[in-house]
């Protein structure tokens, strides 16, 4: 079993671990010290090194994202996202409830490398404790001079506040997010402009997942090269897996990025229920492709997971034994996305419902095979055509389970 | 800037997007929420097209050509495409031509036949009707709307009721009046805008509805008589009779826009009440009719009378607020230095 001191998790299980206290005994907002005795550029340089790809789904080099940023713009935003809705994901729940600090110190430091000098945490509203905490963190935070005018004497300003989300798994997607920010229907904007262009109230945006900001003041404090030491060649640095399905102990477990599968399933969170076989695998959240038992070596990091036909994703595992009904996970899955589509574009809000209904007939034994094939027909036309990435993730693991699973199916279709 | 669209070579402005090139050029690519006053949306997802050295299908609406770019508007992928929007669109309401208000105007309809589409290509979708007819001029068919977002678009931004929203999320999803009111009860004007915009028969003049079929009017395009502003409208003529009024898109000062007057209110050019000889009252408080002729000689005489015997102050003159800015000028000019008073108003004011 890979041993590995955590960072992202070190202090969750830590009396009153979401206290400024506890987490200034650890070390805590160490790292802001010595970021603001760098420059911005230096500050972005460095995470740039540590080659931190971003913890939201879509993988994206952090410190490129902050090199986007118009350098003479007057005002810049920095939105956090912690509308974390991906299914089978719970990892910036349990940072955000247990140790707030981690992420804040993050989202001064990216603030100051950007040069924002307001940044907005976009939670989601069904996180209750979550929102408590994060208030109470940035109360204590302006306490302590961490926030505010003058930062630690270095001349820098910064304010934050929370905005909480009232339940749209769309507003997770970046300018969706921001729509909702500005007070609007959640509905994703047109790229480009990317929102590091035109984002927030027409200004320069970025946005950033609470995990991936969450390992900025390490990359801080340890150098960006300690950090692209831990990983694979295209996934550095640590992750937090979060592991639930026919497991024997799910939970999050934070190691680095490259661990396969297997040990994560097996060594990490205690193995298949009842010793059953394993028949699929969603790598990463409910939107990224099925993997069967034989991918199971795989290592848990963006290339490698690409070049077995999935995706990393959020990096949640949901592990689905022998007995699993596959069709009921696709309809189940489905469901979802079809109550979750913004009903925006086309494909997505009536390719959904008509998958749906397909999938219904076929899970409830009254389905044919011209059930199949339409579903086969609407989901490949949906991929890829979609206004914004929902319609692809809803086609993805219906197209995958019809590659992998197509005769389970079949077996469910009436006769004639 | 030279761009190839389906093999043919095309010349076309800087800044211009695919389908604005190709419309141009005449090269037809189905859309159905595109429209120029409101912009690409990219909410259909219909004008599908191919372009050589990009992987992805690019939606026309929104993409911007360059120079040299080889387009493929007609390709086996580009069409799978187009059809495949076209197919959910018509799996997904009420699409019943043969009864429709807006059939031979209806760009689903122009699509699925430029599509070539039959029958067995799609599954027809079977919604129980869902009609709010609580407006006085506008009627709202849930289930033949395609969702394209036109109206609330030219709702909030061309006319700025703000009156149609969407409501609901995902398939659910549905125009709304308000807070999801009967749109006869709603803060609507009834400037028909959205009807105007509808590229199907979700949003119809209730007035017209019955009354004539598209290629059966003659078109006749006119000034709005009833106030001074001008606006240019279109006057849908079938048998010397005005079935409906819609506004010209390209005529200035309204440019597409008409308010309730000029798009309802049309009515009274056929009321048996319309004067259409000026009348006299005899001394028995009766009418006649009578010339125009001899109708102002009366009225000047009067006038003379009035301010022989108390002056010029004793006339005012109130201009109508359908005559244009040249006759109100005339009117007050009639008055300041003809009959010498300063009593000039105009109806809009008193």
């Not at chain 2, 009024?245 to 000029?262: F, I, M, Q, W, Y």
Request: glycine fraction near 10%.
């Amino acid at each position: 079993m890979t041993n590995w001191e955590p960072i992202l998790l070190a202090n969750v299980n830590r009396p009153n671990s979401e206290k400024i206290e506890t987490y200034m005994r650890y070390g805590g907002y160490e790292a802001l010290r010595k970021a603001l005795k760098m420059t911005p550029d230096q500050v972005t340089a460095e995470v740039k090194l540590s080659e931190l790809r971003g913890r939201g789904g879509a993988g994206f080099p952090t410190g490129v994202k902050w090199g986007f940023m118009p350098k003479d713009a007057p005002v810049k935003y920095l939105a956090v996202n912690t509308d974390e809705g991906e299914p089978g994901t719970f990892k910036d729940r349990l940072i955000v409830e247990r140790d707030p600090h981690t992420i804040l110190e993050g989202v001064i430091i990216a603030a100051y490398a950007i040069g924002a000098h307001r940044a907005f945490v976009y939670i989601r509203g069904e996180f209750f404790l979550g929102v408590k905490r994060w208030i109470k963190a940035i109360s204590d935070a302006y306490q302590k001079g961490f926030l505010g005018k003058n930062i630690l004497g270095s001349g820098f300003d910064l304010d934050v506040s929370v905005h909480r989300g009232a339940g749209a798994y769309i507003c997770g997607e970046e300018t969706a997010m921001i729509e909702s920010l500005e007070g609007k229907r959640g509905v994703p904007r047109k790229k480009p402009p990317f929102p590091a262009q035109k984002g927030l109230l027409g200004q320069p945006t970025i946005v950033q997942n609470c995990e991936t900001l969450a390992n900025v003041p390490h990359i801080i404090l340890r150098g960006g090269r300690w950090y692209a030491s831990i990983g694979t060649e295209k996934s550095r640095g640590m992750k937090i897996f979060c592991v639930s399905g026919n497991v024997n102990s799910p939970g999050n477990f934070e190691l680095p990025l490259g661990t396969p599968l297997k040990e994560i399933i097996y060594e990490h969170a205690g193995g298949v229920r009842r010793g059953r076989d394993i028949k699929a695998i969603i790598p990463g959240g409910s939107s990224t492709p099925f993997l069967t038992a034989e991918k199971i070596n795989t290592p848990m990091g963006f290339e490698t997971l690409q070049a077995a036909g999935s995706a990393l994703g959020t990096g949640a595992i949901i592990v689905m034994d022998e007995t699993t009904d596959m069709v009921e996970v696709v309809r189940h899955v489905t469901r979802f996305y079809v109550h979750e589509s913004c009903g925006y574009c086309f494909p997505c809000r009536i390719g959904g419902k008509r998958m749906l209904s397909s999938l219904e007939k076929l899970a409830g034994g009254k389905g044919s095979m011209r059930d199949i094939e339409d579903l086969e027909y609407v989901a490949k036309g949906m991929y890829g055509r979609t206004f914004c990435p929902l319609g692809t993730g809803m086609a993805e693991p219906v197209l995958s389970a019809l590659r992998l699973f197509r005769p389970e199916f079949e077996k469910k279709t009436t006769k004639n | 800037m030279k761009v190839t669209i389906n093999g043919k070579r095309c010349e076309t402005p800087a800044g211009k997007t695919i389908l604005q090139a190709a419309q141009a050029n005449g090269i037809y690519i189905p859309t159905l929420c595109y429209l120029e006053k409101i912009g690409a949306l990219a909410k259909c997802r219909a004008c599908a097209v191919e372009v050589k050295g990009n992987p992805n299908l690019l939606t026309a609406c929104n993409t911007p050509v360059t120079e040299g770019m080889e387009i493929f508007t007609d390709s086996d992928r580009a069409v799978a495409a187009q059809r495949y929007v076209v197919d959910l669109a018509l799996s997904s309401g009420n699409h019943d031509c043969m009864i429709c208000e807006k059939s031979g105007d209806c760009e689903l309809q122009d699509a699925a036949y430029f599509l070539k589409f039959e029958d067995k290509d799609f599954r027809r979708g079977n919604y129980p009707t869902d009609i709010d007819d609580s407006s006085p001029f506008i009627r709202v068919d849930h289930n033949r709307c395609i969702m394209c977002g036109r109206c609330v678009e030219a709702c909030n931004r061309i006319v700025v009721n703000g009156v149609i929203k969407i409501i609901n999320r995902g398939f659910d999803s549905r125009i709304g009046f308000d807070c999801d009111d009967p749109m006869g009860e709603s803060s609507c004007v009834q400037c028909g805008e959205c009807t105007q915009v509808c590229p199907v028969g979700a949003l119809t003049n209730k007035k017209s509805i019955g009354k004539a079929r598209v290629w059966e009017v003659e078109k006749v395009r006119t000034t709005c008589p009833y106030c001074g502003v001008g606006c240019q409208q279109e006057l849908h003529v079938k048998n010397g009779r005005i079935v409906k009024v819609t506004s010209a898109e390209d005529g200035s000062p309204n440019k597409g826009r008409l308010c309730v007057k000029g798009r309802y209110g049309y009515d009274f050019i056929y009321s048996e009440d319309r004067l259409t000889t000026p009348l006299i009252r005899e001394k028995k408080g009766e009418f006649r009719e009578a010339s125009w002729d001899e109708a102002l000689d009366l009225v000047a005489k009067k006038f003379k009378d009035i301010i022989k015997k108390h002056g010029p102050d004793a006339i005012a003159g109130v201009s109508c607020a359908r005559s244009n800015n040249e006759d109100s000028y005339q009117m007050q000019k009639l008055f300041r230095s003809v009959l010498k008073t300063n009593n000039i108003d105009h109806c809009a004011r008193t």
